[in-house]
């Protein structure tokens, strides 16, 4: 129930189109749905969040849906870029104090 | 912009040999985090730790390791005895009260031979 699952495993998109990566989760008790970054060598860097209580969040070319009835949330990147291309992860927590439980990752690549 | 830093930023040890893993959290932040990443898996909590003692730990966080804040800045992770499987990347993350993101820190690359 602590699981947060995550799907494509990897997605090759060309440049200038709109990458989308879902998750779902279980356990009610989340309440803050952050998606990380990471590129190859480097730590996650956190991107966008959203709490349960709206349904979208946009900032710059990503865009969070979260749909808190079917518990599932997922990432738009809008005009992808090559540099975009990196592994992205959700994640979810319980709290502000809780830790931080992440998806299994989605390798993008943005093809030129 | 302030960041968690780590050091050192590759680690290569012995079985069997102790470790200790640095990180200095962004200045005003109150909580801190440890996670590790096995090679192409995800990131997996270890231990949280606020107002100097652990808060939570997962059950990869055994007897072998343990955190300390031995100074106002400093924040580390110690494994006493490495296994072959200790081997990863391990982030360190730091959060201020009041909010919920954690802001990580490059990683460490621990190799253990």
């Known amino acids: 129930q602590q699981q947060v699952k995550q799907s494509p495993q990897s997605l090759i998109v060309q440049k200038g189109g709109i990458p989308i990566i879902n998750c779902a989760y279980e356990?009610?008790?989340?309440?803050?749905f952050p998606w990380y970054q990471q590129f190859p060598g480097k730590g996650p860097a956190l991107l966008i969040a959203?709490?349960?209580?709206?349904s979208e969040k946009k900032e710059g070319r990503f865009t969070i849906s979260f749909n808190k009835s079917a518990k599932q949330f997922s990432l738009h990147i809008m005009d992808s870029q090559p540099g975009d291309s990196a592994t992205y992860f959700c994640?979810?927590?319980?709290?502000?104090?809780?830790?931080?439980?992440f998806g299994s990752g989605t390798r993008l690549s943005i093809r030129p | 912009e302030p960041e968690v830093t780590q050091t050192p930023s590759h680690q290569v040890t012995q079985m069997g040999q102790e470790v200790i893993l640095r990180c200095v959290p962004i200045s005003n932040h109150l909580y801190f985090y440890w996670y590790r990443q096995i090679l192409g898996q995800k990131v997996e909590f270890l231990v949280s730790?606020?107002?100097?003692?652990?808060?939570?730990k997962s059950e990869i966080f055994d007897d072998q390791f343990s955190v300390e804040r031995p100074d106002g800045s400093n924040f580390t992770l110690k494994i006493r005895s490495t296994k072959l499987e200790d081997s990863a990347m391990y982030f360190c993350?730091?959060?201020?009260?009041?909010?919920?993101?954690?802001?990580f820190g490059p990683g460490t690359r621990l190799t253990v031979t």
């Open positions: 993350a730091s959060r201020r009260q009041g909010s919920y993101e954690q802001y």
């Open positions: 356990n009610t008790a989340f309440d803050y």
């Open positions: 994640a979810a927590s319980v709290s502000s104090a809780s830790k931080i439980i």
């Open positions: 959203i709490r349960p209580d709206v």
């Open positions: 730790f606020y107002n100097n003692e652990i808060s939570e």
